[in-house]
């Protein structure tokens, strides 16, 4: 059996969901942290898994390079090298179709590249994209795809698409079907609602484990992105998974879980952690600005996050501006709690809206929740059944108890935030 998704709760076009794998369960909505090179920079598989990530995104690409995917395999695969036990999703190097532009050259069969790191050539085909996929011991794979820029033409836009469908059968021709692993399409398309929903159709008909919305937040602003997902999203099978590719910002993973996507993966916590920026709830915090010289407060005061729990803004100012690495470690660590506390409030305010008919915990969770998005919950020890805040909000688990909400472990990890 491959990977398995359940859609738990709905709320207009957003849904609440799990994902199996081979390597656990994944609470969705969901944003996975980038190991593009087999780690997260600037943090541990520990420090990862403290902030609330349970899976994270590793790249074909730069992982077929350095140090290869047959030496990643002979060293028991990338989970045990890189030390993470959750699941694994990869891109398949069709990203880099577009981004190394000047390093490579496409045909039908794939595309050769020029390493940017030895000038060594590498033709990627769609098999052996998911091949190396499957050496790295991926959970979820990709298949390979052509990432067209934008701006671009529409007859540039329709042989593209036209080229990652083919693509796309030969990928699924190529997949190993293996317990708990799967394998995405991508839908391509520019920004044409139209092309979209061809692309939609014909990665129907080959059959996927999940889908993925890739080729925007590329330039083409945060309006076109939304409607991009409005023209697609709906076509989609409900039973599988949707991923939007490279968002984004808080705002962006909102509103696209509004309209109905399930996953989510961008670099932006990662290197803003790398460049003294910080998202709070006030905003985002640039740590170089003098401003921060003498601030003795945390930079959230509700985080969980090491930086907030043991440092002042003072510090990780004094800490960026002396450029110590420790600097890009805390800030990164905050920024992907951050990322996992919003889906998690995401996740409960489904969770709210599943349960908020039934009178006897409605007023309980929506006070939860309201904490939650305000900033007023700690959400260190957040379980399902039951909940302990240094902020005295009290839950009344045998409310949960003779409401009958799922009591199994499974169900509880849904809302752990460890």
């Not at 994944?26 to 598989?45: C, E, I, N, S, Y």
């Not at 996929?133 to 990709?142: E, K, S």
């Not at 007023?363 to 309201?370: G, K, N, P, S, V």
């Amino acid at each position: 059996m491959s990977t398995r998704f359940e859609v738990l709760a709905r709320d207009g076009a957003a849904r609440r969901g799990r994902l199996t794998t081979a390597h656990g369960v994944v609470d969705t909505p969901v944003f996975m942290p980038l190991a593009t090179t087999g780690t997260v920079k600037a943090m541990t598989p520990e420090g990862v898994a403290a902030t609330g990530a349970r899976i994270v995104l590793g790249n074909t690409y730069h992982l077929m390079l350095r140090p290869g995917a047959e030496r990643v395999e002979r060293l028991g695969g990338l989970h045990r090298m890189m030390g993470w036990d959750r699941p694994i999703l990869t891109d398949s190097g069709g990203f880099q179709v577009m981004s190394l532009a000047s390093l490579r050259k496409i045909s039908e069969d794939g595309v050769e590249f020029r390493s940017h790191l030895d000038g060594s050539r590498h033709l990627l085909t769609p098999e052996r994209s998911v091949e190396i996929q499957r050496l790295l011991g991926a959970d979820i794979t990709m298949a390979f795809d052509e990432c067209a820029p934008f701006p671009a033409e529409r007859p540039a836009i329709e042989a593209s698409i036209e080229r990652t469908l083919r693509w796309a059968e030969r990928s699924r021709a190529a997949f190993r079907p293996r317990p708990g692993h799967g394998i995405f399409g991508i839908v391509q398309g520019g920004v044409h609602p139209d092309l979209r929903q061809r692309s939609v159709a014909r990665l129907v008909e080959i059959g996927f484990d999940g889908y993925a919305i890739g080729g925007l937040a590329i330039g083409e602003g945060q309006d076109t992105t939304f409607a991009m997902v409005e023209a697609t999203a709906p076509a989609l099978p409900e039973d599988r998974p949707r991923y939007l590719m490279g968002v984004g910002k808080p705002a962006d993973l909102v509103g696209a879980v509004r309209r109905g996507v399930d996953m989510f993966d961008c670099v932006l916590p990662t290197r803003s952690g790398r460049t003294a920026q910080a998202f709070t709830r006030e905003g985002t915090l640039n740590l170089r600005n003098a401003r921060h010289a003498d601030d003795p407060a945390p930079l959230d005061p509700e985080c969980r996050c090491p930086a907030c729990a043991g440092f002042s803004r003072a510090y990780l100012h004094h800490l960026t501006k002396s450029g110590e690495i420790l600097a890009s470690m805390l800030l990164t660590a905050h920024n992907l709690t951050y990322y996992a506390d919003l889906m998690l409030a995401l996740r409960f305010y489904n969770l709210r809206k599943q349960y908020g008919s039934n009178p006897s915990i409605s007023a309980e969770l929506d006070r939860i929740f309201t904490n939650i998005v305000s900033g007023k919950l700690s959400l260190a020890n957040l379980q399902l059944t039951g909940i302990e805040s240094t902020n005295a909000v009290i839950y009344n688990e045998k409310k949960l108890k003779s409401a009958n909400i799922v009591q199994n472990p499974t169900e509880q990890r849904s809302f752990d935030v460890y």
